[in-house]
């Protein structure tokens, strides 16, 4: 059960390694962490249930794409999964959920202040939500799937109006990530250099995501090609939270309701 796009990573394709590592991390760092009925939005393939699902009381899980939740229900009888577009947070009471994780998902919301409104709402009264998304200072290119992304401040201004305390550290990577995270952004560049009109940040996101598909998938490719070895080795080792600085490659959330 796997979905072979750029955006969504998967681990059976060794050139997603180090981007699947990447968004694996967030799992690992707060899975001790979690506890209670747990929420996660955004569950994606399920790549993350396992770890989380051994630290909580009961694990639901909402995603908009609804064949791939009718297969990990199939998977995970005893999990409660719901297809939905969201926000909102449609038929989920209010005050019920312990822990709410949400991993690379608001940068693809539209009306992320309603998104985050919603994850308050089914916070219980100190309840935490763990959010990750990636910092753009850091982002090699516009991505097309997104709406938007944040630095730490401005992800930090829009959750503090519905949380009693927030806050924001990074994802930050090995040199070994770093060295991958370079080489990418060379290559990135030499595709980059033929927009003389800059039109990646000028035609509207729907022209431009086959193109970057194609684009990425290559360049994925073309990296394991040339840095086979690096692109193998990169595990979860190669990852750390600390405070936010420009240079982190994802902002941590932590939300207190």
């Known amino acids: 059960m796997s979905i ?26 707060t899975s001790p962490l979690v506890k209670g009925d747990l929420l996660e939005i955004g569950c994606g393939e399920g790549r993350g249930i396992e770890l989380l699902d051994q630290h909580v009381t009961s694990y639901t899980a909402v995603d908009k794409i609804a064949d791939v939740i ?14 939905m577009n969201l926000p909102p947070l ?22 992320d202040k309603e998104y985050l409104k919603e994850i308050a709402r089914v916070l ?17 290119s516009r991505n097309p799937w997104h709406v938007r992304e944040y630095t730490g401040h401005e992800l930090e201004a829009i959750a503090k109006p ?26 990135v560049n030499k595709i980059m250099r033929w927009d003389i009109l800059n039109l990646q940040y000028l035609l509207p ?42 240079e982190a490659i994802d902002l941590f959330l932590v939300a207190t309701k």
């Open 70 to 83: 009718q297969k990990l229900a199939t998977k995970y009888p005893k999990a409660k999964f719901w297809a």
């Open 90 to 111: 449609k038929n989920l009471p209010d005050n019920f959920y312990d822990t709410v994780v949400s991993f690379q998902v608001i940068e693809h919301i539209q009306k």
């Open 4 to 29: 072979y796009t750029t955006e969504i990573t998967s681990e059976q394709i060794v050139s997603d390694n180090p981007i699947h590592q990447r968004l694996l991390f967030a799992y690992t760092v």
């Open 124 to 140: 219980k009264p100190g309840g935490k939500a763990y959010i990750t998304t990636p910092n753009r200072p850091m982002s090699l």
């Open 162 to 187: 519905y949380f009693s305390e927030v806050k924001v550290d990074g994802v930050f990577g090995s040199k070994r990530f770093l060295s991958y995270h370079e080489r990418n952004r060379a290559s």
């Open 205 to 246: 996101a729907w022209l431009l995501r086959i193109p970057y598909e194609f684009a990425n998938r290559f360049n994925r490719n073309n990296l394991l090609e040339q840095n086979d070895e690096l692109v193998r080795s990169i595990s979860q080792e190669d990852f750390f939270i600390a405070p936010y600085d420009l």
